[in-house]
């Protein structure tokens, strides 16, 4: 048989057919795959892949991302504040220049010294007045001072200021635009005589009252102004008084029914004695009319003793010429007020006339020195610095040392200094950390 035959027709399958066989028939299933790994992959990337790369990127920050407040919100972070002409609304007030002034308010302060830290631990503020009346709910008369931040930065009225509402209303406004948040009136001068319609009896109605406004219709004059009032009273030196009601006067020990003249001054006159009951009740009256009526900072000036002479312990009990007579001072002083001293007595090796009552500083029980610095009390031929602020600084150095802990408010006597070394004094006592001052 024909092998060729035998085998039928040889058919020889290429490598290409066959491939093209079998892509054709996967065609479908390899496409179907395709779109479910594709679809797998994009899952997974969103799931783990975006998380894992922030994590990756997050490693060595700690900190999350720094929020971006609204744009309303940055423009009051931007917006100027509105400056206040009222030095207690601000802690940098003392700082500031009152009106007459040609200096620079924001003048550097100086460098701090030892005697520096010594004033500074010594200063204390002067307590804040906090109004406690409730007009509004009782309807009863608002006698309150008006609020200080507890900084007090004072003038003085002159004693034409209490002629009537208006003229009072005049020198506040005055004072207010000049940078000063409180004001100093006298209500009761040297001589005895009551600067306001005083309603004590035996003294109301008579020749010792020589003002026109009652206490309530001042105190209505300052809430208007937004002022506080710091009354300034004279304590022992009461010739008026004490011609009217001569217990409390000193008595003759020859005659006790004849008051001692003080002939070291001219005219002769009157004191009032700290030993005397009498005046102890007339000064605790006078005191207490002030404060029933709102006035809850209260300047104490005279609380001395007469300028003796040789000659006078011949008339006079030798108790008043001891060395602890200061002890009698403490019958007229009570606790809170400011009790005026002239630098000069503070300072010295021994305590001078108007500083006696610094003997014993226990028995002051919260009063306030009210330091009087002046040139002429402190003239650079005894020995003081001819430069204003460094004459402050020294003497605030050296009386913070003789004080204890009392509180020191420095009275400035402007007489003695032109408008560029007040405005220097003013930024000193700043730094130095006396928040409050009165310029005189």
Same mark, same amino acid.
């Given at each position: 048989?024909?092998?060729?035959?035998?085998?039928?027709?040889?058919?020889?399958?290429?490598?290409?057919?066959?491939?093209?066989?079998?892509?054709?028939?996967?065609?479908? !299933?390899?496409?179907?795959?395709?779109?479910?790994?594709?679809?797998?992959?994009?899952?997974?990337?969103?799931?783990?892949?975006?998380?894992?790369?922030?994590?990756?990127?997050?490693?060595?920050?700690?900190?999350?991302?720094?929020?971006?407040?609204?744009?309303?919100?940055?423009?009051?972070?931007?917006?100027?504040?509105?400056?206040?002409?009222?030095?207690?609304?601000?802690?940098?007030?003392?700082?500031?220049?009152?009106?007459?002034?040609?200096?620079?308010?924001?003048?550097?302060?100086?460098?701090?010294?030892?005697?520096?830290?010594?004033?500074?631990?010594?200063?204390?503020?002067?307590?804040?007045?906090?109004?406690?009346?409730?007009?509004?709910?009782?309807?009863?008369?608002?006698?309150?001072?008006?609020?200080?931040?507890?900084?007090?930065?004072?003038?003085?009225?002159?004693?034409?200021?209490?002629?009537?509402?208006?003229?009072?209303?005049?020198?506040?406004?005055?004072?207010?635009?000049?940078?000063?948040?409180?004001?100093?009136?006298?209500?009761?001068?040297?001589?005895?005589? !009551?600067?306001?319609?005083?309603?004590?009896?035996?003294?109301?109605?008579?020749?010792?009252?020589?003002?026109?406004?009652?206490?309530?219709?001042?105190?209505?004059?300052?809430?208007?102004?937004?002022?506080?009032?710091?009354?300034?009273?004279?304590?022992?030196?009461?010739?008026?008084?004490?011609?009217?009601?001569?217990?409390?006067?000193?008595?003759?020990?020859?005659?006790?029914?004849?008051?001692?003249?003080?002939?070291?001054?001219?005219?002769?006159?009157?004191?009032?004695?700290?030993?005397?009951?009498?005046?102890?009740?007339?000064?605790?009256?006078?005191?207490?009319?002030?404060?029933?009526?709102?006035?809850?900072?209260?300047?104490?000036?005279?609380?001395?003793?007469?300028? !003796?002479?040789?000659?006078?312990?011949?008339?006079?009990?030798?108790?008043?010429?001891?060395?602890?007579?200061?002890?009698?001072?403490?019958?007229?002083?009570?606790?809170?007020?400011?009790?005026?001293?002239?630098?000069?007595?503070?300072?010295?090796?021994?305590?001078?006339?108007?500083?006696?009552?610094?003997?014993?500083?226990?028995?002051?029980?919260?009063?306030?020195?009210?330091?009087?610095?002046?040139?002429?009390?402190?003239?650079?031929?005894?020995?003081?610095?001819?430069?204003?602020?460094?004459?402050?600084?020294?003497?605030?150095?050296?009386?913070?040392?003789?004080?204890?802990?009392?509180?020191?408010?420095?009275?400035?006597?402007?007489?003695?200094?032109?408008?560029?070394?007040?405005?220097?004094?003013?930024?000193?006592?700043?730094?130095?950390?006396?928040?409050?001052?009165?310029?005189?």
């Amino acid at each position: 048989m024909d092998k060729r035959r035998y085998y039928g027709r040889k058919i020889k399958k290429t490598k290409n057919l066959y491939r093209r066989k079998r892509s054709a028939g996967q065609k479908v !299933f390899g496409t179907v795959m395709l779109v479910i790994a594709l679809s797998a992959i994009a899952f997974l990337g969103f799931c783990i892949g975006k998380p894992l790369l922030d994590y990756i990127g997050s490693i060595g920050k700690d900190q999350p991302a720094e929020w971006t407040p609204e744009a309303s919100y940055n423009a009051q972070l931007t917006e100027k504040p509105e400056e206040s002409t009222d030095p207690a609304a601000d802690s940098s007030a003392p700082t500031q220049v009152p009106a007459g002034s040609d200096a620079p308010a924001d003048e550097p302060a100086a460098e701090a010294t030892a005697s520096t830290s010594a004033a500074t631990s010594a200063r204390e503020t002067v307590s804040t007045n906090q109004p406690h009346s409730t007009t509004a709910q009782t309807g009863e008369t608002d006698t309150s001072s008006p609020a200080s931040s507890g900084t007090l930065i004072a003038s003085e009225a002159p004693a034409s200021a209490l002629s009537n509402s208006s003229s009072l209303s005049a020198v506040l406004a005055k004072a207010k635009s000049g940078g000063y948040n409180a004001v100093v009136v006298q209500l009761k001068d040297r001589n005895g005589y !009551f600067r306001y319609k005083t309603a004590i009896e035996g003294a109301a109605d008579s020749v010792l009252v020589t003002g026109t406004m009652t206490l309530e219709e001042i105190m209505k004059v300052f809430r208007e102004n937004g002022i506080v009032p710091i009354a300034e009273i004279a304590v022992l030196s009461d010739e008026k008084g004490c011609e009217m009601f001569t217990d409390m006067s000193y008595k003759c020990i020859d005659s006790p029914a004849t008051s001692w003249l003080d002939y070291s001054l001219s005219p002769p006159r009157r004191w009032a004695n700290p030993d005397s009951s009498a005046t102890r009740e007339y000064f605790a009256k006078v005191t207490a009319e002030l404060m029933t009526a709102g006035f809850e900072n209260i300047l104490l000036t005279d609380v001395i003793f007469p300028n !003796f002479q040789h000659y006078d312990n011949v008339y006079i009990a030798a108790k008043y010429f001891a060395q602890d007579r200061y002890k009698l001072l403490y019958n007229v002083v009570k606790a809170g007020n400011m009790i005026e001293m002239k630098a000069s007595d503070v300072i010295g090796e021994e305590f001078g006339r108007t500083a006696e009552v610094l003997n014993d500083v226990s028995q002051l029980h919260g009063n306030s020195v009210a330091l009087i610095i002046s040139r002429s009390d402190l003239p650079t031929d005894a020995g003081y610095p001819a430069d204003a602020k460094t004459l402050v600084e020294t003497v605030l150095s050296l009386a913070a040392k003789k004080t204890g802990d009392l509180r020191i408010v420095p009275v400035i006597d402007s007489s003695g200094f032109d408008d560029a070394e007040r405005a220097k004094i003013a930024g000193s006592l700043g730094s130095l950390g006396y928040d409050s001052y009165i310029m005189r």
